[in-house]
């Protein structure tokens, strides 16, 4: 099987170096044998991870308006393209020389999007929190990171909830419009005050709970449904978590805050306005969709609903003549729930944050379709990840021709509960490993789940515990591909498997078993594997053809059964040896097979 891996993953024109598309330099260090010699010679660098060196900077298209803040935190790291009101058409046209696009909820990122930008698109940045603008199915199976800014505008959508129960109860636009047309209506708009009412909190997220917490304050009774939200953090705020139909049967204002999904489009419906007290009050800032408008329209006429406020809509902006912004009780915002100067300014350098460091090849802690993984975790976990991806290249190299990889299995041995450790990660790492030297198939913590899916490759996981402290996240990971041949017969298993099995050592990944063998081998470089009788003088044979081609080793390291019997050599060279090299070596009498592979 050719391996045509090298050290780097970055394809030429992707700019970008995101998540694990992340590369490993490292300083060089040698290894010497552990079965059977062992010493090693140490270089002071420090393990870093690098971004490599990119000919020109990346290129952001930033097409709706975004704070002035987020715009030079972009400036500072890449091409800054800032293009509003582009049609459909004109995105797609750009998008091809774009690295990454941000935009607000007025632009649709469409499955279109990613094809036009053939695989140059590495990560789009919604400056806001709903992302139901954006196509994550396309965007995950063109491997494209999805990052949002979900904390940065809840304040302004909660006021602006607030703002909107407060005017309604008070006809404060309709009054308002009618003074300026020259009437005095003291009469006609007596409101209804809020203290002692029921407010339902449909969706006791970011904005659901601080909804809930000044409304509060304002005297009302809060309620609250959403069936994913703890009860304690509700009965924290003094918020009672009832069911849907209790919320929306007892409440005189109901107040919207859920995403919208499939499960939660038109969730406001004919059946569901029947079970509301007669005279409730609607508001909306989370998403049209979530309202089957037309049936509000009804439930309005039918006195069913009292008034509604809406900041946002089906279709955005509304059709001018339309029924519900036309009825005199509605009051329609246009979507100007995060619309503050302070939480614009705070979106745009929360979005532009994580997208400069998506591009730079950081974890996102706010990505919508890829594992989040708070800082502190990945700073543990990036050996492992590493190795993952070593343990993944090592075994699908060890392949024979002709054998199609389908099955494979992952140990992960920790001493840790098995709760503390999300394998997406690593799992993500393994594929991108097993795919990419085989393929010119670009894999990353996205598209990795897709992608092996797509190949029809099944990965299993099993988590091993162990007894000890728990102090590293993982004592060692293994990995087993099923049902395939193997070009070195050394690495199959008892029960017939190809078996890699690797542990972090100082921070560095190694290779611990190979077959039945093991060998103790720090995996930089890359590695020739050669079964041979264990006998005296193979170091010097092998490190003396490989001197005399003007290859650097950096480790040896021998396992073996018994002395005088087998023995796996596993030997770490800098550069790649000439085939000559290889066929000088195989043609040493003790050994019996051998193999080199790229890490
Ligand atoms: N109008 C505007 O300008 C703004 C609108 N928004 C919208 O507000 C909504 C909420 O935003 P955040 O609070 O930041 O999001 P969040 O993710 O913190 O909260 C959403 C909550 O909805 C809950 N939920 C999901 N399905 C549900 C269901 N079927 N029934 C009840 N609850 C359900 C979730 O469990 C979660 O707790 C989003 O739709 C967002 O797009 C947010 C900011 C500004
Ligand atoms: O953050 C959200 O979900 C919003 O709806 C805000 O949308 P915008 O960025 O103002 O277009």
Redesign the pocket.
Same mark, same amino acid.
Request: charged residues 10%.
């Given at each position: 099987m050719a391996a045509s891996a090298s050290s780097t993953s970055l394809k030429p024109s992707a700019a970008s170096t995101n998540g694990l598309w992340l590369s490993q330099r490292r300083p060089l260090s040698t290894t010497f044998g552990v079965t059977a010699l062992s010493f090693r010679r140490h270089r002071d660098q420090p393990r870093r991870f690098v971004v490599l060196s990119m000919d020109a900077k990346p290129t952001i298209l930033v097409a709706e308006k975004l704070g002035e803040a987020g715009v030079k935190l972009l400036k500072e790291f890449a091409n800054v393209d800032c293009s509003y009101n582009l049609s459909p058409e004109e995105l797609c046209t750009k998008i091809s020389l774009c690295d990454a696009l941000i935009v607000r909820?007025a632009t649709k990122v469409s499955r279109e999007v990613f094809e036009s930008s053939a695989g140059r698109l590495k990560v789009v940045g919604r400056a #806001?929190? #709903?992302i @139901?603008n954006v196509d994550l199915a396309a965007a995950t199976e063109h491997g494209c990171l999805v990052v949002n800014a979900?904390t940065a505008? =809840?304040v %302004? %959508?909660a006021e /602006?909830g607030i703002a909107l129960i407060t005017a309604m109860a008070r006809n404060i636009a309709q009054a308002d419009a009618s003074v300026k047309a020259g009437k005095w209506l003291r009469s006609k708009y007596v409101g209804v005050s809020l203290v002692g009412k029921t407010l339902a909190v449909? #969706?006791?997220?970011? $904005? #659901?709970s601080e909804v809930a917490r000044r409304a509060k304050g304002l005297g009302m009774n809060v309620i609250a449904? @959403?069936?994913?939200?703890p009860a304690d953090r509700a009965r924290a705020i003094g918020v009672e978590l009832v069911s849907?139909d209790e919320a929306i049967g007892t409440a005189d204002f109901i107040s919207l /805050?859920?995403? &919208? =999904?499939a %499960?939660?489009s038109k969730?406001l419906n004919d059946e569901t306005f029947a079970k509301m007290k007669k005279g409730v009050r609607i508001v909306n $800032?989370?998403?049209g969709g979530v309202i089957d408008e037309d049936a509000l329209v009804k439930a309005i006429d039918a006195g069913i609903v009292a008034q509604a406020a809406l900041? $946002?809509f089906t279709e955005e902006p509304p059709a001018k003549d339309s029924k519900l912004v036309q009825n005199e009780n509605v009051i329609a915002t246009p /979507? &100007?729930?995060?619309?503050t100067m302070e939480a614009q300014e705070g979106v745009a350098i929360e979005i532009a944050e994580a997208v400069v460091g998506a591009l730079k090849g950081e974890l996102a802690s706010t990505a919508v379709n890829a594992p989040m993984v708070p800082a502190q975790v990945l700073t543990e976990l990036k050996p492992y990840v590493a190795l993952s991806e070593k343990l993944g290249r090592l075994a699908v190299q060890l392949v024979a021709g002709g054998s199609g990889v389908k099955t494979v299995k992952v140990t992960y041995a920790s001493a840790r509960a098995p709760d503390d450790l999300d394998t997406r990660l690593l799992r993500a790492m393994i594929t991108k490993g097993l795919i990419e030297p085989i393929s010119s198939v670009f894999v990353n913590l996205v598209n990795a789940d897709f992608t092996a899916k797509q190949r029809g490759i099944r990965i299993t996981e099993e988590r091993v515990t162990l007894d000890g402290s728990p102090e590293n996240p993982l004592e060692l990971i293994q990995v087993q591909i099923a049902n395939v041949e193997s070009k070195f017969h050394s690495a199959m298993s008892d029960s017939g498997e190809i078996k890699v099995e690797g542990h972090v050592k100082d921070g560095v990944p190694h290779l611990t078993k190979v077959g039945s063998f093991e060998v103790d081998v720090s995996l930089e470089g890359s590695i020739i594997l050669c079964r041979q009788v264990d006998q005296p003088g193979m170091i010097g044979k092998v490190g003396s053809i490989l001197g005399e081609e003007n290859v650097n080793v950096s480790f040896m390291t021998v396992g073996r059964i018994a002395p005088r019997k087998q023995a796996v050599m596993a030997i770490g060279v800098d550069e790649e040896p000439s085939k000559a090299a290889l066929r000088r070596i195989g043609e040493i009498s003790a050994v019996e097979e051998l193999v080199y592979l790229k890490l």
């Open positions: 909820s #806001g929190v #709903g @139901d979900p505008n =809840t %302004a %959508a /602006h449909m #969706g006791f997220g970011k $904005v #659901g449904h @959403d069936p994913y939200a849907f /805050h859920m995403p &919208l =999904t %499960a939660t969730i $800032v989370a998403r900041d $946002v /979507h &100007l729930g995060a619309s």
